[in-house]
């Protein structure tokens, strides 16, 4: 009887956190034994670890990483009138954020060699009513933050990076979250630094901003009981905390890890000869990047990539797709007017990405049938043509 093929996952979370179980119970053990669920010393340590990390003075807790852009344009004022201008190529928060304040997003279209932000498109966009850029690090890799900020002063305007993706990552060897006014981070499970749960962090390098979103973050309380500005619940645990310092000591070496794997791929798959304009177009890095991998991600051409899916998942291999439908085109935003022709990169990187399994536990065996398997495809997509 032929065996079952094995699972290749786009991300296993638990084999990932089983080398640091001890580590983890010890932790969360001295928690119990505290009972400070919130506010207990982890917090505040794991504050400073994260500043010192993001070579930062200043970092606060919250409760997400939507949390952390929301509290970033809440601490600035920024309400309805203004204006943002945000990628459409991201995750719904970092949009939703803009306009749960009554403001309104102006989307600025990609690069598509990176995928992030082009810098070279902010400029036409800004208008009297703008207020603030959102640059987003995807995929674990810096959009061109330096020309970004360069702009964003030129204009009088803030940024708020959006690194819930990036968190160790750098640009001309300076971190995320270390370039703009307010960093966003994330610890959400699947994030290269994840918790056992939701979670988030914002970084600043101004002290007096800092406060501010502190503020911001505990129901704009201040003292107990006294509210001084109309603020939010959100906190990070301390459970969170004591399991994230964990994971922050081993974050390194789980960035070599994913790096490694990456620099795999890219010799497995051209090896195999599926590199192409035809084929697969590999993740480029940009020279001045540290890239750290929260997602290996593929252009795959020819109107071909939900196929190559549908074929990976018959195989039993993951994969998953960053992002198949851009934020404008979302229900809720089709009332927004966007020009069609405005945000062509945009829409063509979801027609054509794909994401293959990367995380610090996947096993050398485990890639090479990745990559076997999107040979296979192409090769019998190769012989259904010739027949």
Request: charged share 20%; with cysteine.
């Amino acid at each position: 009887m032929a065996q079952p093929t094995p699972n290749v996952p786009i991300l296993d979370v638990n084999r990932d956190n089983q080398p640091y179980r001890e580590e983890f119970i010890e932790a969360l053990t001295s928690v119990v034994d505290s009972g400070r669920f919130l506010f207990g010393p982890d917090v505040g340590d794991l504050e400073r670890e994260v500043a010192a990390y993001s070579q930062v003075e200043n970092a606060v807790g919250c409760a997400s990483g939507s949390d952390a852009l929301l509290l970033a344009l809440m601490s600035l004022g920024i309400g309805p009138g203004d204006e943002v201008i945000v990628p459409s190529f991201t995750f719904f928060a970092s949009v939703s954020c803009i306009t749960r304040l009554g403001a309104t997003p102006v989307f600025v279209d990609i690069r598509p060699d990176t995928f992030n932000m082009d810098a070279e498109k902010i400029e036409e966009l800004i208008t009297p009513n703008t207020k603030a850029i959102i640059p987003v690090h995807l995929f674990g890799q810096c959009a061109e933050i330096d020309r970004i900020c360069q702009i964003a002063c030129s204009h009088d305007l803030v940024v708020i990076e959006d690194a819930a993706q990036a968190i160790g990552a750098a640009y001309h060897s300076r971190p995320a979250g270390s370039w703009g006014l307010i960093g966003c981070f994330s610890f959400y499970p699947t994030k290269n630094l994840g918790g056992m749960g939701d979670g988030g962090m914002l970084t600043s390098l101004d002290p007096k901003v800092a406060d501010r979103l502190r503020l911001f973050a505990g129901h704009g309380m201040r003292p107990r009981y006294y509210h001084q500005v109309v603020g939010i619940n959100s906190r990070l645990d301390t459970f969170q905390a004591a399991v994230l310092r964990v994971k922050l000591k081993h974050l390194p070496e789980a960035v070599e890890s994913r790096q490694a794997i990456a620099g795999r791929y890219n010799r497995m798959l051209s090896d195999a000869g599926l590199v192409g304009d035809d084929a697969i177009s590999l993740p480029y890095q940009d020279p001045n990047a540290f890239h750290v991998w929260n997602q290996y991600s593929l252009r795959i051409g020819s109107g071909r990539r939900d196929n190559l899916r549908a074929y990976l998942a018959e195989q039993n291999v993951g994969s998953e797709i960053y992002y198949p439908v851009p934020v404008h085109e979302q229900e809720c935003y089709r009332d927004l007017k966007v020009a069609s022709h405005a945000l062509t990169e945009t829409s063509r990187a979801c027609k054509e990405i794909l994401n293959l399994p990367i995380f610090p536990g996947l096993t050398v065996s485990e890639q090479e049938r990745v990559v076997e398997t999107v040979a296979g495809y192409f090769g019998s997509a190769a012989k259904s043509r010739v027949a």
